[in-house]
């Protein structure tokens, strides 16, 4: 059964502490993996997406990379605004379907 | 310019009503989707259409029942609405199936009572 799962749920982070957020994926063929940021009472903001293990990208402090089985985002040096729901989604090989995983709250405290 | 927009943002409604979400977009994609948003924040893909043509249909009740006039505009009608429908519901559209990711409107909370 194809399914993402993202950890930690949540994370609180002191200004400046990097760090990682893990999604876990099992997905019959994928053909891409999406990060997106979700600030509250807003829709989901896209932010990358790779689409081969080994892949990386980056954007400002966010950094993404891509192995076969799971993704990664650091986040270096962060700050009070990176503070958000960070979601991880799968697109499967179809293109029709996309699985999204149940999200990192991410608190980055001054 | 807002590039998928929804309405309304909130909608409070009695059990057993009758209620619509409109949804319109402005980026000239050709795909436009409905996502439910439980509160635990977990997306779950409802319907998405390609050029007016539906092409997922999730097992949903069929009191929803999505309506795309146009490839810009994706409503969603919900008859005899029920506590378990409480949730966010966001509408989204891409271009090219999504490879390059979604543009997600601002959702809209339905709550019902």
């Known amino acids: 059964e194809d399914q993402v799962t993202q950890s930690p749920e949540a994370l609180r982070l002191q200004e400046g502490e990097s760090s990682s957020l893990n999604c876990s994926y099992t997905?019959?063929?994928?053909?891409?993996l999406f990060w997106y940021r979700q600030d509250p009472g807003k829709g989901p903001e896209f932010l990358f997406t790779l689409y081969s293990a080994g892949e990386e990208k980056e954007k400002e402090r966010l950094k993404a990379t891509l192995t076969k089985k799971e993704s990664f985002l650091h986040i270096t040096a962060p700050k009070p605004e990176d503070s958000a729901t960070y979601l991880c989604?799968?697109?499967?090989?179809?293109?029709?379907?996309?699985?999204f995983g149940t999200g990192t709250s991410l608190t980055v405290i001054p | 310019d807002t590039a998928v927009s929804q309405t309304p943002k909130y909608l409070v409604t009695q059990m057993g009503n009758d209620k619509s979400i409109k949804c319109e977009q402005n980026?000239?994609?050709?795909?436009m989707y409905w996502y439910k948003q439980d509160s635990k924040k977990f997306l779950k893909i409802m319907f998405s259409y390609n050029n007016k043509e539906l092409i997922i249909n999730e097992t949903v009740p069929n009191r929803f029942s999505p309506k795309s006039p146009d490839k810009a505009h994706l409503n969603l009608h919900i008859n005899s609405l029920e506590l378990g429908d409480s949730a966010v519901y966001f509408c989204?559209?891409?271009?090219?199936?999504?490879?390059?990711?979604?543009?997600f409107g601002s959702g809209t909370r339905l709550t019902v009572v």
């Open positions: 989604a799968v697109q499967h090989l179809t293109g029709n379907q996309f699985y």
């Open positions: 989204a559209s891409s271009s090219r199936q999504g490879r390059y990711g979604y543009t």
């Open positions: 997905v019959s063929g994928l053909r891409g």
């Open positions: 980026l000239g994609h050709d795909t």
